[in-house]
């Protein structure tokens, strides 16, 4: 079974910086593409961030590109979501999610709040 | 950016009831199309890719069709644990771009 467990997420100011991380089991990590989605209180989902199975591919949001940066760690089964600059509209549960083959989610974590507030 | 434009933005059905929710794409999507269910205070979980595709333990009461520009998600026999919010999402390009989503709720 497929096991997606965010952490990282809480209470930041403005301005500063935060690292989210998902730990994945169940399925061999390294073989599939992998997302950062998120949803801010009471919205839709949007998604963040993209990169292909050996790290070397990355996609990003244009709302976060260049202050977000997604990375993975093939041999400990992690991915992580680098968050600089925080805005209050980054305010949302982060989900990690699984890429499936046509680039759906096929499988989502339980998510993690991150709020940007002073 | 592939726009998705969704609706109706909620509904409500009695049980057993059919409903359908529609999704339009600014541009063909060539079947791309993938669909989420979200019950409140819960992560989503894929119902459809592919545009028809049924992901694996997904009541088979739901279904998707569609082509081109058009899709639509199909539950039949409405039970009462269909109650959520749903999404459709274009998997053809990125940036991937999600519907705004439809409230379903029992009548």
């Known amino acids: 079974e497929v096991h997606l467990v965010e952490s990282g997420g809480g209470l930041v100011q403005p301005g500063r910086s935060l690292k989210l991380s998902c730990a994945a089991s169940g399925f061999t990590f390294s073989d599939f593409y992998m997302a950062w989605v998120r949803q801010a209180p009471k919205k839709g989902l949007e998604w963040v961030a993209t990169i292909s199975t050996r790290g070397t591919t990355t996609y990003y949001s244009d709302s976060v590109r260049g202050r977000f940066t997604i990375s993975r760690d093939n041999a400990e089964s992690n991915l992580y979501l680098q968050m600089n600059s925080l805005q209050s509209e980054d305010t949302a549960t982060y989900y990690c999610a699984r890429h499936g083959g046509d680039i759906r989610f096929a499988d989502w974590g339980q998510g993690t709040l991150v709020t940007v507030s002073s | 950016d592939i726009q998705m434009t969704q609706s109706p933005a909620s509904l409500s059905a009695s049980l057993g009831e059919t409903v359908s929710i529609e999704c339009l794409a600014s541009?063909?999507?060539?079947?791309?199309l993938a669909w989420y269910q979200q019950k409140s205070g819960k992560s989503p979980q894929l119902l459809i890719y592919?545009?028809?595709r049924l992901q694996d333990g997904v009541p088979s009461r739901f279904s998707g069709s569609g082509s081109g520009t058009r899709y639509s998600l199909r539950i039949s026999d409405m039970q009462p644990e269909d109650e959520a919010v749903y999404f459709c999402q274009q998997s053809y390009t990125y940036p991937l771009t999600f519907g705004s989503g439809t409230k379903l709720e029992i009548k």
């Open positions: 541009v063909g999507i060539s079947n791309n």
């Open positions: 592919a545009g028809s």
